[in-house]
């Protein structure tokens, strides 16, 4: 599944692809996705819409429409990729924009050749088609069909986002508020803390290795053994982390790509993650991989303690 990182950079290519662009007409062909709206309704919902900007809470793509609700003159159109989901933008002219997971996962392409694979479309995983009226096409893929579509107005839109804890990034999560977070669960291993979507929305697998390593600290430690000077540094490092892979286009797995195709440019930068093995950047010590709650989880014994 993408994190932040990859889900922020398809955001910023999703608002130059679609930004000012008015929806013509929509078809929906796997109506669950759009739940609890039947595929009739969503599609006369979002008709002569204009999308006027693009936001993303947590993993959470939001396209902001003129006019929005009838009754309340706002609305948004989310849209969550979840484990396989994948938007491709088809200009009047030009080449195809392809994010999110690339089809079939795992390619049986070099990433960023992806486009041959997405030539005939709409294809039988193509489940939702947001026609514009200049001619262009936004076209929402999912193997799995595990992601979804919803429209929100300002109020649902704020129950959505009461599920998640503050977005990793912004100004309001300082060292004030991870103390306060971090000291409601004492005996929870600090991984686990920084993964836990209720508790900070942003950090998932890949960037809470990468935090830990940055930090010093052991994924399993348990948060009462952290002391304050290396909750700073650990709160420093994450977000120098998300930030260094926005500005670089996230990490590619083979099971994401960015919306031009083209894979994240955020490998070369790994530190412990996916590096099980291999030897430490630092240290030259082995980075190991142990499983943490069901999830891999990647460091190096002597730097990490
Ligand atoms: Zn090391």
Redesign the pocket.
């Known amino acids: 599944m993408p994190e932040l990182p990859e889900v922020e950079t398809l955001r910023r290519e999703l608002d130059r692809a679609v930004k000012n662009k008015i929806i013509k007409s929509v078809e929906v062909r796997w109506p669950k996705l759009v739940k609890p709206l039947s595929a009739n309704i969503f599609s006369k919902k979002l008709i002569g819409q204009k999308i006027i900007s693009t936001d993303r809470r947590a993993k959470i793509l939001l396209l902001k429409l003129s006019k929005g609700d009838k009754k309340t003159r706002d609305g948004f159109l989310a849209i969550h990729l979840k484990m396989t989901g994948q938007l491709i933008f088809r200009p009047k002219k030009g080449r195809l924009v392809i994010g999110g997971h690339p089809l079939p996962p795992p390619p049986n392409l070099p990433l960023g050749q992806g486009e041959g694979l997405n030539s005939n479309l709409p294809h039988k995983h193509t489940h939702i088609i947001i026609n514009f009226t200049d001619g262009s096409t936004l076209y929402f893929n999912d193997i799995r069909k595990f992601g979804w579509l919803k429209i929100f107005d300002a109020k649902s839109l704020e129950k959505l986002s009461a599920e998640f804890g503050p977005e990793a990034l912004s100004d309001q999560f300082n060292l004030k508020k991870f103390q306060e977070i971090l000291k409601k669960y004492p005996n929870q291993k600090i991984k686990q803390l920084l993964t836990d979507q209720k508790l900070i929305a942003g950090i998932g697998n890949i960037y809470a290795d990468e935090s830990c390593f940055c930090a010093g600290i052991r994924p399993t430690r348990l948060v009462k053994d952290i002391k304050l000077s290396e909750i700073n540094k650990l709160l420093l490092c994450f977000k120098k982390t998300l930030k260094l892979a926005i500005s670089k286009g996230g990490t590619s797995s083979d099971t994401y790509v960015k919306l031009n195709g083209q894979p994240g440019g955020f490998v070369p930068y790994l530190k412990v993650y996916g590096r099980q093995g291999e030897k ?1 950047k ?2 030259q ?1 082995l980075v190991e991989k142990i499983r943490l709650n069901g999830r891999g989880t990647h460091f ?1 014994r ?2 990490q303690k």
Do not use: A, F, I, T
Request: hydrophobic share 0%.
């Open positions: 430490c630092k240290c010590g190096c002597s730097c």
